[in-house]
């Protein structure tokens, strides 16, 4: 047995200067909201089909519109002129025939816009796990979990309305706006200068009400993600909150929360009201000034009463959609904040180095673990380097006073952790290496769910081997535990002890699975008797023996009795 201390760093060297390592990225920036973020045709390709779909049914609409607008116009000045009872009647007719067609369009413009946005939501769930999967456990630990649930839950469902509402209007204003003026202006070129000179005030007032728009949705955004975080945490911690009687002050914290999210909920909507009452007024004015001009020319004989009526009916449609699309903002102001934070995740997985991932029908890694002059950061500290080599078929046992850094060892292998240093295993950078291929890893948190004792064994797994499961629970000495028995949330049901080694049989059961080749346990024994505990120390030493390569973090003594390697660490920090 050997023991290995690791060497302090030269003096006057920088703990993170030119060494290699993973280092977990930086949280990307929001994007400012923008009518169309680019992003979601990159991240989510039903959206595409999406867009053609709805352009051709803006056109389609856009004409009918105009069709409406004519037979309605033939229709009231063929009565007035005496228009054949047949002729009236096949006008009629036409004008049902083009309203339905409206109507139908209408529905089917909510329909694509239903189903884009449920393949879309799924689209952008999907790539978001993915995202998460790629930056790492240690991108994960630096975010708070509550509130990227609530993202990747409320907040793309909130995508509804802006694919069900808001783009539909928007490519609706870029078709039929242009179109309608320009039918207008070939009728009446008064009227269509009069609303190419008013049309702009639309857009003016749209841009300075969508900033405070933008500015209280981003607020309520960021209450309701703080809300999701507190409770979550309160809830997570409410055990020890009783012990110390802290429960009330938790409960008045989230009550504070929920208050400052109703306020700003409710500013939301005044400035929603007042956005509404901005745009229906400028675009009433608008419509009438239009109509008073050709009031007075239909007066004096200089426009004819088809082209002024035709001209009036189309006015009301040029101000439409662009109005609605200032209204329809808001009922999409939520989505368009949660996926800011969707595309910045899924940018940061873009930006994230590839890693070797996880394939069923590939054997686990196996070969040497090295570690050279590793050195965990958590912000501006940096913990003493640590060097070591781990062998397949010996036990290497890491020990030291509390916060001198083992735990932080084992994230680095789980990529938990920013780093520094160089970590091998096999050859492979441990950057690039998804410790699905090479490791099982019990923690000092069992981590255990609701289910049985077997399907917490072999968590994941979509057919458990029962033979396995049994040998893993008598390997981790919980062979008296039933596998059949069903345990609550968080391994509700059993003691400390048995859901130490339930977690400790979890690694071994991936170890005999072949998906691990190398076993890291962080304080398996610190709820175990000593006879439990030698009893595990002797299946672990036949694990080795077997061809494992075990990584034990241990305060007992007894954990060397089976060591092959003891490596030593001071509790040390260095500011980065």
Do not use: C
Not at 123 to 135: E, F, I, K, M
Not at 254 to 273: G, H, P
């Amino acid at each position: 047995m050997t023991e290995t201390v690791p060497a302090p760093p030269p003096l006057g060297a920088d703990a993170s200067g030119g060494a290699s390592g993973r280092v977990g990225p930086a949280a990307a920036e929001p994007a400012r909201t923008r009518p169309l973020d680019p992003r979601l045709l990159r991240y989510a390709g039903a959206s595409r089909t999406f867009f053609a779909l709805i352009g051709v049914i803006g056109v389609a609409q856009t004409a009918v519109i105009v069709a409406i607008a004519w037979l309605l116009t033939r229709a009231i000045t063929g009565v007035i002129d005496g228009m054949p009872l047949p002729v009236l009647t096949a006008t009629l007719a036409w004008l049902l025939v083009a309203f339905a067609a409206r109507a139908a369009l209408l529905w089917l413009r909510e329909w694509a816009s239903a189903r884009a946005a449920a393949h879309v939501e799924a689209q952008l769930r999907s790539g978001l796990v993915d995202a998460v999967g790629r930056l790492g456990p240690g991108w994960l630990s630096t975010r708070n979990s509550a509130q990227l649930a609530v993202t990747a839950g409320r907040g793309l469902d909130a995508l509804d309305a802006y694919f069900g509402r808001y783009l539909p209007q928007l490519v609706l204003t870029v078709i039929a706006t242009p179109v309608i003026v320009l039918v207008m202006w070939s009728q009446d070129w008064i009227s269509g200068l009069t609303v190419l000179l008013t049309l702009p005030l639309i857009p003016i007032f749209m841009v300075l009400i969508g900033l405070a728009t933008r500015t209280v949705q981003k607020r309520q955004w960021q209450t309701l993600k703080r809300l999701a975080a507190r409770f979550w945490d309160t809830v997570h911690g409410l055990s020890t909150l009783k012990v110390f009687g802290r429960q009330g002050r938790a409960a008045a914290s989230i009550e504070r929360v929920t208050d400052d999210y109703r306020r700003e909920t409710m500013r939301v909507l005044r400035v929603s009201f007042m956005s509404g009452f901005a745009l229906e007024f400028l675009a009433s004015i608008s419509v009438a000034i239009i109509a008073v001009s050709i009031g007075f020319r239909l007066l004096d004989g200089s426009l004819s009463l088809a082209v002024g009526l035709f001209v009036l009916l189309l006015a009301p449609e040029a101000y439409l959609p662009l109005r609605q699309v200032g209204v329809q903002f808001h009922a999409a102001a939520e989505g368009v904040a949660a996926t800011d934070d969707v595309f910045a995740v899924l940018d940061a997985g873009r930006a994230a180095p590839p890693s070797t991932t996880m394939d069923a029908a590939s054997p686990a890694v196996a070969g040497d673990l090295v570690l050279h002059d590793v050195a965990v950061r958590y912000g501006d500290l940096t913990l003493a380097p640590v060097s070591l080599r781990a062998r397949p078929g010996t036990v290497t046992v890491i020990e030291g006073p509390s916060g001198a850094g083992k735990s932080s060892v084992f994230a680095v292998l789980r990529d938990a952790a920013s780093w520094t240093g160089t970590a091998t295993f096999a050859g492979m950078d441990l950057a690039r290496l998804s410790p699905a291929r090479w490791l099982a890893w019990s923690g000092q948190q069992p981590g255990l769910i609701a289910g049985t004792v077997a399907a917490n064994v072999a968590l994941g797994a979509a057919d458990p081997d029962a033979t396995l499961v049994s040998a893993a629970l008598a390997l981790a000495t919980a062979d008296d535990l039933d596998p059949a028995l069903v345990l609550g949330v968080q391994g509700a049901g059993l003691s400390g002890g048995q859901a130490q080694r339930v977690s400790v049989a979890r690694a071994i059961y991936r170890h005999l699975t072949g998906r691990a080749n190398v076993i890291a346990l962080d304080e398996p024994s610190s709820a175990l008797d000593s006879v439990t505990e030698a009893a595990l120390w002797k299946s672990l030493r036949g694990l080795a023996d077997r061809g494992a390569t075990v990584l034990l973090v241990s305060h007992r003594t007894t954990a060397r009795s089976i060591a092959d390697e003891v490596v030593h660490l001071e509790a040390r920090e260095v500011h980065a």
